[in-house]
């Protein structure tokens, strides 16, 4: 059992020596984070820097452009932007008028219309709405309607699209 009692006989007699003997007083020396690390001179690298771009005006929106930004080690911050750069956005307030009272609603129900009524809408220029050429081609057959009153009508020769026949019949009014 030699074997069993040189493991387990040795780690109880040393844990019992420990638990007997007088603590000693801790004598460690401890740094302030910036002075323990070897990172350099800490002061220079947390000054705050200010940093000044300047950019030139586009078609767009003319003029120098200029962007100036406070950076530090652990944080950046925007003191000025011109107007028309890439972050910068112009908000234009919308001016209401009404003070938020709504429009009234137009009512559009069917009213019945008298004789009188129907007639006067007639006489606009509703009339002939549907036929071809509208009311354009309603005025030109009564020009032409008027026009035969006064003048003699001028005949044509009716015949085949692409018939010569009406040249034809011309160059003989010609020659006579």
């Known amino acids: 059992m030699g074997l069993f009692d040189r493991l387990f006989g040795a780690k109880a007699a040393s844990s019992a020596a420990e638990a007997n003997a007088p603590k000693k007083p801790d004598n460690a020396f401890y740094l302030e984070p910036e002075a323990s690390s070897s990172l350099g001179d800490v002061a220079f690298m947390k000054r705050s820097n200010t940093i000044r771009h300047t950019f030139p005006g586009t078609l767009d ?35 209401n008028l009404t003070g938020g009272i709504p429009k009234p609603v137009k009512k559009t129900f069917a009213q019945p219309l008298s004789k009188a009524e129907l007639d006067q809408r007639m006489k606009g220029s509703a009339v002939g709405v549907n036929v071809p050429g509208g009311p354009a081609a309603i005025k030109a057959s009564q020009d032409e309607q008027a026009g035969n009153q006064s003048q003699p009508a001028i005949t044509q020769q009716g015949g085949k699209p692409g018939d010569i026949n009406p040249f034809k019949a011309m160059a003989k009014d010609l020659r006579s």
């Open 61 to 95: 929106s003319p003029g120098n452009k200029e962007m100036v930004a406070e950076v530090a080690s652990m944080e950046a911050k925007l003191e000025t932007m011109s107007e028309g750069l890439g972050g910068t956005q112009s908000v234009e307030k919308a001016v």
